[in-house]
């Protein structure tokens, strides 16, 4: 079982940054593909970034490409989702979540193939 926990989210005004962050209840990122998703009132929980375990493959959703990095510390299980130039429109939950499983191009943001999911930690983004 792994336990994922987030936390950096806040309220900040369009054109500010965050730095989320996932910890992780034990060295899961060896393994593990993990990826952030986001889900704001009445819309569908949509993926946003995942990296893989070596690092080596990263993903971004278009809306985020050019403003948000995925990143990770594997000697502290944590992975790490810095944005930049945030809008109004990225105001949601965010979650962290991880699977057992490969971390491609096609499904990396398949939320139901994710095996464990933090509490979330919410972002709002004022204009």
């Known amino acids: 079982q792994v336990q994922l926990v987030e936390s950096g989210g806040g309220s900040v005004q369009a054109g500010g940054s965050l730095r989320l962050s996932c910890a992780a209840s034990?060295?899961?990122?060896?393994?593990?593909?993990v990826a952030w998703f986001r889900q704001a009132p009445g819309n569908e929980r949509e993926g946003v970034a995942a990296i893989s375990p070596d690092g080596g493959r990263i993903y971004y959703t278009d809306s985020v490409q050019g403003r948000f990095i995925i990143s990770q510390d594997s000697a502290k299980n944590t992975v790490f989702l810095q944005m930049n130039s945030l809008k109004p429109e990225d105001t949601a939950m965010y979650y962290c979540a991880a699977k057992f499983a490969y971390c491609g191009s096609l499904g990396w943001n398949e939320r139901n193939v994710y095996q464990y999911w933090g509490q979330g930690t919410q972002v709002t983004v004022s204009s």
């Open positions: 034990r060295s899961t990122y060896s393994s593990y593909c």
